[in-house]
């Protein structure tokens, strides 16, 4: 550690304190709007995250992590359409699924590399939507209505939007903390190299499939927990959520922060979302500038905010 | 019996036309490494040419010649201002660029063309049926569609494999520096090959245009298809994404058509009836699946890669 008081630091440090400071700015000016556009920009900075973990760090180009969210958030829909609204059971279950379903197909795809790991991953989130929209009983295409929120007997309300709202910030912060623990450690050095050079690192006698099949299950296990929040967010839950556009929009946010940086996938979900909104207010044809955005921020940022921060030259990935 | 031979020709007709797609998508990766998902805008793009063109000339005919042509010049100009800048780039800045070409156009053609979808209607000599065998009709499009995409098929063959361009091409896949030390304009050749594909895409969505309605987004999910086709077939491998058109032509079709039915001699019809479509769409993923953990370079890996 060189110096905290840099650039970089000034930001996320900011960011965290203006996410704190949300729900009293919304409750002085009484905008319920910006708690709710808030919620879901932690929410989906958390699924960033998780994806940051496997992209940034250990260089798997996954384009399904949307699905994640979509089974985390379904395991919510269908248990609260079947009775079951203990989050006590639904929670650890949205996870267990999460986790099981990210083992099989990353068992499956780190077989592959490059542009095949794009696409296989990309082919199973599109299975997992059409098995969605298949599914009858719960809304196909139309999607499911969750009418009661996780019921977690008393100890938290969800329903409450202020509570809501920090119980996601606090999961968010636990998540970076968690992914800071994850890469500093032995686990993460091992999921690194492996990104560097994985030839080198099997012939050290790392078994680095393994490592980086766990680091999968990780980041998709997280992923599904955003999964969980986003449905009990919106109180709805529709194969939308695992629209491939949906993936494309993570990998976004995660470079547009900065890839292998700890606070850039939440600083990329900010800009994101915050420009999005902005734009749709300025003209409804905001995708024409969002559009060729994402190819400058390819050609001439390529380190994300991160990078543009830290200073040039100085990015990762 | 004719049930069934109908449905092989609807599986060959969806075959050609995820090969028109196929056959860009491969080209562009097999020779510029160049990961490119606005592939399917440029379908979209040809397909909303063909119809304004035919109404404008009124004649379907001139409208896609002209709406060809048109669609070649957009995706020559895509590759000269935006990705010629990506060549050589990771595959994770061409995943993030294109996806940002998508939203621009998908964008771009609701400013120019509106919310609302278009329709190209056939000239009335396309829309009889013909006899192919005794007893079975089949309409006179569908299969003109199949023929021109085989026709495309051996040209593109022609192309690459017998002609001077071709050749150029080819060596450019497997050396870029060699070919522009030789005197080759590598990146005149580039902007080519990509206009080829652009053009062999937009050729996919006018055929297609009479069939379903032209609407924003419509090239997105024959796409990721035509993904799963080049995966398939190997990356970068014309022939083995024709091979693998075909087969995922087949398998989507006669799954759509015949699993439900399947199903049903298995287990409840209740149960079949849900399984079923969902079963039956995620069958050329599964496939997918299946394919690349049996052989992760895909069934007809590139010789040179």
């Known amino acids: 550690m060189k110096h905290w008081l840099t650039p970089k630091n000034f930001v996320n440090a900011a960011i965290v304190l203006a996410l704190v400071l949300v729900p009293l700015y ?108 298949g599914l009858d009983r719960y809304g ?24 809501f709202y920090y119980l996601c910030l606090a999961l968010l912060l636990a998540a970076i903390y968690l992914v800071w623990r ?72 995660v470079v547009l922060g900065g890839m292998g940086s700890l606070f850039g996938p939440l600083v990329g979900a900010v ?23 994402f190819l400058l921020v390819v050609l001439f940022a390529r380190g994300g905010i991160d990078g543009l921060l830290t200073g040039a030259g100085a990015h990762r990935g | 019996m004719i049930y069934f031979i109908e449905q092989c020709l609807n599986g060959l007709q969806l075959g050609m036309l995820l090969f028109l797609l196929a056959a860009g998508l491969t080209l562009v990766f097999g020779i510029m490494d160049l990961v490119n998902l606005a592939h399917g805008s440029l379908y979209m793009i040809g397909a909303y040419f063909a119809a304004t063109f035919a109404a404008w000339t009124d004649s379907f ?3 896609g010649v002209l709406a060809l042509l048109a669609t070649l010049l ?10 010629r800048r990506l060549y050589g780039r990771d595959h994770l800045d061409h995943v993030l660029g294109t996806f940002g070409l998508i939203l621009f156009f998908n964008e771009l053609v609701r400013l120019i063309w509106g919310p609302a979808g278009m329709t190209l209607s056939l000239p009335m000599w396309l829309l009889s049926a013909i006899e192919i065998l005794p007893g079975l009709y089949y309409p006179l499009y569908r299969t003109v569609i199949i023929l021109m995409a085989l026709l495309v098929a051996v040209l593109l063959y022609v192309l690459v494999m017998r002609t001077r361009i071709g050749m150029l091409i080819r060596a450019g896949a497997s050396n870029r520096e060699m070919v522009g030390a030789l005197g080759i304009n590598i990146q005149l050749l580039y902007t080519l090959v990509f206009g080829l594909g652009a053009a062999l895409a937009g050729f996919a969505g006018l055929m297609q245009a009479p069939i379903l309605t032209v609407q924003i987004g419509m090239g997105e999910n024959i796409l990721i298809v035509a993904f799963v086709v080049i995966v398939i077939g190997g990356i970068g491998s014309v022939r083995g994404a024709f091979i693998a058109s075909v087969f995922v032509g087949m398998v989507d079709t006669l799954g759509r058509a015949f699993l439900p039915d399947i199903l049903k001699l298995m287990m409840t019809p209740a149960a079949a009836s849900t399984l079923g479509p969902a079963l039956s769409s995620m069958l050329i993923y599964l496939l997918m699946a299946v394919i690349l953990v049996v052989r992760p370079e895909g069934l007809f890996p590139a010789a040179n890669r």
């Open chain 2, 61 to 63: 005919v001139l409208g």
């Open chain 1, 140 to 163: 196909a295409d139309d999607g499911l209505t969750i009418y009661r929120r996780s019921q977690f007997a008393g100890l938290i309300d969800l329903s409450n939007k202020v509570v």
């Open chain 2, 74 to 83: 957009v995706g020559m100009a895509i590759e000269v201002i935006a990705m």
């Open chain 1, 182 to 253: 994850l890469v500093n450690s032995r686990f993460g050095m091992v999921v690194q190299g492996a990104r560097s050079n994985d030839r080198r690192m099997r012939a050290i006698g790392f078994p680095t499939f393994r490592y980086r099949l766990a680091c999968f299950v990780i980041a998709g296990t997280m992923c599904g927990l955003a999964g969980a929040l986003l449905a009990n967010h919106t109180d709805f839950i529709s194969p939308a959520v695992m629209h491939w556009t949906r993936s494309g929009d993570l990998i976004v946010m």
């Open chain 1, 271 to 293: 800009a994101l979302l915050v420009l999005e909104e902005a734009l749709s207010r300025i003209t409804e044809y905001w995708q024409i500038i969002i559009g060729p955005l």
């Open chain 1, 26 to 133: 919304a409750w002085m000016v009484g905008n319920s709007f910006v708690l709710s556009l808030s919620t879901r920009i932690i929410i989906l900075a958390l699924a960033a995250v998780s994806l940051n973990l496997i992209l940034g760090y250990g260089g798997m180009v996954s384009f399904g992590h949307a699905a994640y969210l979509g089974v985390g958030g379904y395991v919510i829909g269908i248990l609260a359409k079947e009775g079951v609204t203990s989050g006590f059971v639904q929670w650890p279950l949205a996870l267990a699924v999460s986790a099981l379903f990210a083992l099989i197909v990353g068992a499956l795809c780190l077989r592959t590399r490059g542009v095949y790991f794009i696409m296989i991953t990309l082919a199973f989130a599109q299975m997992i939507y059409y098995i969605a929209v």
